[in-house]
């Protein structure tokens, strides 16, 4: 079966996106078009490039998450450092390590632009804070005045992953106009920040297409119940701030109508900024991804999804589902 997917965004957490995915294919699940939000759109993009579930579960394994904290020692000093980069850079990390790391696993399958996947492969949501649009990558990079089909996946995803206040904001310059009034120097730029501030889980992207079904892949459940955020200034309260954001979209209502094309994953105990996440938490969490799925797809019925999300417009007989 061939099926549309939609990947929520949910930070660290995402490691159980890959695990679900991975069982998915062991069903024989074949991926047609994809899109995602923040951390869901690193999944995506993998799925788009020809990656595998067990080739994501390597991947994750092999990967020092922790590696993409990285300050400059003017940012280090304690107290100052972080206050300082968040005044000057707009957010605690740069962010550039986590788009070289997926940019090179796109260049081994040879894939480096939109414009080297077929045409509405992938779609990747980010924040346009400035003006305050949602953005749906590549179509809409356009507007910019950049080619969608020369814009690099690696950094639509280092917009869609840019968790307000923790790492920086990708910034863009306006397109020029002459037919309009020059605007002054800082207005001729705009901040793209995280997708998931306004669309975390875009299960709508595809309610046009009735080809295929098209299934979402969403996270839920809070980190350790017991954890608090401790605030002792302008700093940790601006951590805590965008942390129970990422958070809360996890709690966010689903609608009845959809419960029957969502995956629900737990999220096994674990934030969506816990980048030190141990090994073991990782494995656990890809797990908790496996089960979900196999539940899911246990129950899935596919006449019932096309009964309440309409047949493919070839399908003459309603019986007869083709994809």
């Not at 679900?20 to 991926?31: H, N, P, S, Y």
Request: glycine share 10%.
């Amino acid at each position: 079966m061939e099926v549309n997917a939609v990947f929520q965004g949910g930070g660290v957490k995402a490691i159980g996106l890959a695990g679900a995915v991975c069982e998915a294919e062991r069903r024989k699940i074949v991926f047609g078009n994809m899109a995602g939000t923040s951390s869901g759109s690193i999944i995506a993009a993998l799925l788009s490039a020809g990656y595998t579930g067990k080739e994501m579960r390597k991947i994750i394994i092999e990967t020092p998450f922790t590696s993409f904290l990285k300050k400059s020692p003017l940012f280090r000093i304690k107290g100052i450092g972080p206050a300082a980069r968040l005044f000057i850079k707009k957010g605690l990390f740069s962010g550039d390590l986590l788009e070289m790391w997926i940019y090179g696993l796109l260049a081994d399958r040879n894939i480096r632009t939109f414009g080297d996947l077929p045409p509405g492969k992938l779609r990747i949501i980010a924040s346009d804070i400035t003006d305050g649009k949602l953005l749906v990558l590549p179509g809409d990079i356009a507007r910019y005045g950049i080619d969608p089909n020369r814009f690099t996946i690696a950094k639509a995803i280092r917009m869609s992953t840019s968790i307000p206040y923790f790492f920086d904001p990708v910034v863009l310059r306006r397109k020029f106009d002459r037919r309009t009034k020059p605007k002054s120097f800082a207005e001729q730029f705009v901040y793209i920040v995280d997708g998931g501030i306004l669309s975390n889980f875009p299960l709508w992207l595809f309610d046009e297409e009735k080809e295929r079904p098209t299934l979402g892949f969403q996270l839920v459940g809070r980190g350790k119940e017991d954890e608090t955020h401790r605030i002792i200034g302008p700093l940790t309260m601006f951590q805590a701030l965008f942390s129970t954001m990422m958070e809360a979209h996890d709690e966010r209502y689903i609608e009845e109508s959809n419960s029957v094309r969502t995956i629900k994953i737990p999220s096994a105990g674990v934030h969506a900024t816990q980048f030190e996440i141990k090994p073991e938490q990782s494995l656990e969490l890809f797990e908790a991804g496996v089960r979900a799925a196999d539940k899911f797809f246990r129950n899935f019925s596919l006449v019932g999804y096309h009964e309440r999300f309409g047949y493919p417009p070839a399908a003459k007989d309603k019986r007869v589902i083709r994809f």
